[in-house]
């Protein structure tokens, strides 16, 4: 049914108002075919009742024609008093479906309704302007009039697909042709929507829901719309945009833009070019300020954002160049804050190098100030007469932090509270006009691990009328002060282990005489002599000490080392055994190895001593129980500057970690626990030497010992042993066997003992004696060298003290092989053997026994080097 547009549809207002005109529907059957039913079913009712009535006598008819009659005059009486009183209307809609239809004729938009079979039962007059339909027979379904494009037609087919699905779908065409040929012109967009609508059920609330209540039929609502005008809108707009960038581009001064953290976000082609960047390789956030700010520059940008308030901050600082050049611009700084947080920065760039904007020597003259200025490795602030902080260079920003909001704050706030006396004190001389101040050492408030150094000078000139009266130059001390103190403590400790060296040296002496005396007299006094037991306890107490002055030649790096190639893994899995019974049950003991370790040339059997040591401590520092972890692993030589330990030379490590998870040693003791003697155990509990030891074993290995500790959470010791790298496989040095129990230790070789201590002397030259050697004695190094050159007897071999007075042991040897090249010699000395080897020449054949020693070592040693 054809309709004009432009018709009025109601004009049933009843308070006399003016009518609501829309344009009628081009389509609109579904109220056609609704009353050609209600028509249908009425004429059938009628039909019947005919043939019914046909079929009955008329004396049996008459009373049902005559109620028939009845009723349908009933009826008619019926609607005319309804119709008098407005309650049934003739040839009219009701309200709510007139509004219905009104809103859905009067769309700016086209709408189209379909069956499951893609026949149109609806179609606002929009959707026939739209396709340029002039009347009902013209009206093409969605499919077709968009089906004659390519792009139209798939976007078509996905909604489609998307309406079977039971879904809502939108797509956006953009057609070489619109839809209505002859109307219009040109390329032409259309925003395509659909969705299903399942009439009758109740769920609709819509207008259309409510035009087709009762319907039981499910339909397609399509909602076409021409959006050429605002792509054309979008399209303009952009290239304003466009336009807008091109300026910014090619301003005179250059402009950023940077998010809170430092990421650039922006930044414009002026400024590309000067500090060379190529802007189509920039991404937004790939750059940050300290990569395009020289120096500590960035850290006033960072004072004026944290001032908590938009306004424009003026900075002169320097910008890198990609050809590592300065630039000095002045920058024109605006952080925006929303809600108290601050936005994405807007900064003007001023370039102010020579050639730039400003060309005269004023500007030549700050451009050099503020380069000097902010580039300086001091910090330098000026204070006022009230002692606050007035201007401020970089250095000075990153070292204490930026300005508060106000952006003035005490000196002397900087420094803990203990420090600020002497600060004061400082300030009070430099606002007098005193200049002879000392540099005043304090720690910085805000972080208690940093020491400055504070130079406090008064500003000359400074008049009545200004306010700046001093200035402050900061020297961060934080480096040195941790290296003095590395440098204190390991004078210390070579000091320490000078002195423990020294006195092993001694005692090694006395504890030979002691326990040589003791054997002689075991040799006169069998086990049932009532004196045997007596000198057994000499002894073994000469013993006891004996393993002291190894413990203090070892942290003064001067004990015997039988240095050999070793993996570290090997080592602790033979020594966990021993390590599970001394730790006990309460403490869990775990091993945590890296792969494939380095090897390391080390003495394993000091080694083990260290691992031991370290685990007993742990043991003792977990009185309650608790976890002792042994890792290894291996670090490369770049990774040692990841280390906080600046002592700790560039090398490849086998790292030895040993964790416990005890109380932690005490700040107050930290700096004494390698030191001999020093121990925090009861009396009779320890020695002190335990971790001295350590100590020294690490140290003569080469390797470097450090610790990290915790109060209630434990300590790590990290030790970081060399790691050895050798081309031909070395075979380990070990010990030399042991000699049978019953071996021959005797001979008659001429033996000349060269000892300046005289017990050692005698019980040296009676044990030999015994052993039917000829022995003959000297004091000294060059008493033995006049014996062998004027006495004339021969002599076979020359047992000699290394540290002796006028003329030592290698210098006895050099002087020696001058006249007799073959003789042989065994050094005797409580230093290492690598002490005094180095001093010899180069392939010299020696042997070693190391003091104290026993009557049967010395004769044992004898026996070897003659090869008797």
Not at 10 to 27: R, Y
Not at 542 to 558: D, I, M, P, T, W
Not at 703 to 708: P, S
């Amino acid at each position: 049914m054809q309709r004009a547009e432009g018709r009025e549809a109601i004009n049933d207002s009843s308070d006399g108002s003016a009518g609501i005109a829309h344009p009628e529907a081009a389509v609109d059957r579904f109220d056609a075919a609704r009353g050609i039913g209600r028509l249908l079913v009425l004429a059938a009712v009628l039909v019947g009742a005919v043939i019914a009535f046909a079929f009955l006598p008329a004396a049996a008819a008459q009373p049902f024609v005559l109620a028939l009659l009845g009723l349908l005059s009933v009826v008619g009486v019926f609607t005319l008093f309804a119709a008098a009183i407005g309650l049934l209307r003739f040839g009219s809609r009701r309200e709510g479906e007139t509004i219905a239809r009104a809103f859905l004729d009067g769309m700016s938009d086209g709408l189209v309704l379909a069956d499951a079979e893609g026949r149109l039962v609806y179609a606002n007059a929009a959707y026939a302007r739209l396709t340029g339909a002039e009347g009902e027979r013209d009206l093409r379904s969605v499919e077709r009039a968009f089906g004659g494009d390519p792009v139209g037609s798939d976007a078509v087919f996905r909604l489609s697909r998307a309406l079977r699905e039971g879904r809502m779908a939108v797509e956006e065409v953009r057609l070489t042709r619109p839809l209505a040929v002859p109307a219009i012109a040109g390329a032409r967009w259309y925003r395509i929507a659909v969705r299903p609508l399942a009439l009758g059920d109740g769920s609709g609330r819509g207008a259309v829901s409510r035009l087709f209540a009762g319907d039981r039929r499910t339909l397609a609502v399509w909602q076409i719309a021409d959006i050429t005008a605002d792509r054309e809108q979008q399209e303009t707009a952009f290239q304003e945009l466009q336009h807008a960038i091109d300026y910014l581009d090619h301003a005179p001064a250059g402009f950023l833009s940077a998010e809170p953290d430092g990421r650039i976000v922006y930044l414009n082609a002026t400024l590309a070019d000067w500090l060379g960047i190529d802007l189509a390789r920039f991404e937004p956030g790939g750059l940050r300020l300290r990569d395009i700010i020289r120096g500590d520059g960035a850290a006033l940008l960072a004072a004026a954002e944290g001032t908590g308030e938009s306004r424009t901050e003026i900075v002169d600082l320097d910008l890198l160049k990609r050809n590592g050049q300065s630039l000095p611009v002045r920058l024109l700084h605006r952080v925006p804050y929303a809600d108290g947080a601050p936005g994405a920065t807007r900064t003007i760039v001023l370039n102010r190098s020579r050639g730039g904007d400003v060309e005269d020597d004023l500007r030549a003259v700050e451009v050099r100030f503020n380069r000097f200025f902010n580039h300086t490795p001091f910090a330098i602030a000026t204070i006022d007469r009230r002692g606050r902080i007035g201007r401020t260079n970089a250095p000075f920003l990153r070292l204490f932090g930026p300005q508060p909001g106000d952006g003035r704050r005490r000196f002397v706030d900087l420094v803990v509270e203990g420090d600020r006396s002497s600060l004061e004190t400082a300030l009070e001389y430099a606002f007098a006009g005193r200049s002879d101040m000392p540099p005043v050492d304090a720690t910085v408030a805000a972080d208690g691990a940093r020491s400055v150094r504070f130079y406090i000078s008064p500003i000359a000139d400074a008049s009545e009328d200004e306010d700046e009266m001093a200035t402050a130059y900061a020297l961060d001390m934080t480096d040195q002060r941790a290296l003095e103190l590395q440098l204190r403590q390991a004078q210390k400790m070579e000091a320490v282990g000078q002195l423990a060296g020294g006195i092993a040296h001694d005692f090694n002496n006395v504890l030979t005489a002691i326990i040589g005396f003791s054997d002689l007299l075991l040799t006169n006094h069998k086990a049932s002599d009532p004196s045997f037991q007596d000198i057994m306890n000499i002894k073994q107490n000469a013993n006891r000490a004996a393993g002291l002055v190894r413990q203090l030649l070892a942290f003064s790096r001067k004990q015997t080392m039988l240095p050999q190639v070793i993996a570290v893994g090997d080592l602790l899995s033979d020594v966990s055994v021993l390590l599970e019974r001394l730790v006990g049950e309460k403490v869990k003991l775990a091993f945590v190895h890296g792969r494939d370790l380095w090897p390391i040339r080390a003495d394993a059997n000091q080694l083990e001593q260290v691992v031991i040591n370290l685990a007993v401590n742990a043991r003792d520092a977990m009185p309650k129980g608790g976890t002792l972890t042994i890792r290894t692993r291996n670090v490369a030589a770049d990774e040692v500057a990841g280390f906080p330990y600046k002592s700790l030379p560039a090398a490849d490590y086998v790292l030895l970690e040993v964790e416990d998870t005890g109380t932690g040693i005490p700040p107050e003791i930290q700096g004494r626990i390698f030191e001999p003697f020093f121990s925090t155990k009861e009396v009779g509990k320890g020695t002190g030497l335990g971790l001295a030891t350590v100590y020294g074993i690490v140290r003569q290995t080469g390797g470097h010992i450090h610790f990290t500790t915790e109060a209630g959470r434990g300590t790590v010791f990290h030790i970081f042993v060399p790691r050895h790298v050798q081309a031909v496989p070395a075979k380990p040095k070990r010990a030399p066997d042991k000699p049978p129990e019953h071996a021959d230790l005797t001979g008659s070789a001429s033996i000349l003992i060269v000892e300046d201590q005289e017990a050692i002397r005698i019980v040296a030259a009676r044990a030999l004696a015994s052993r039917g050697y000829s022995v003959h004695e000297a004091a000294s190094g060059l008493e033995a060298l006049d014996f062998i050159r004027t006495s004339g007897i021969p002599v076979d071999l020359v047992v000699s003290d290394v540290v002796m007075p006028e003329l030592d042991g290698p210098s006895l040897l050099r002087e020696l092989r001058k006249d007799h090249p073959n003789l042989k010699i065994i050094f005797v000395s409580g230093y290492a053997e690598d002490a005094f080897a180095r001093n010899l020449p180069p392939g010299e054949v020696f042997g070693f026994l190391p003091k104290p020693f026993t009557i049967k070592e010395l004769v044992t040693a004898v026996k070897e080097t003659l090869g008797q």
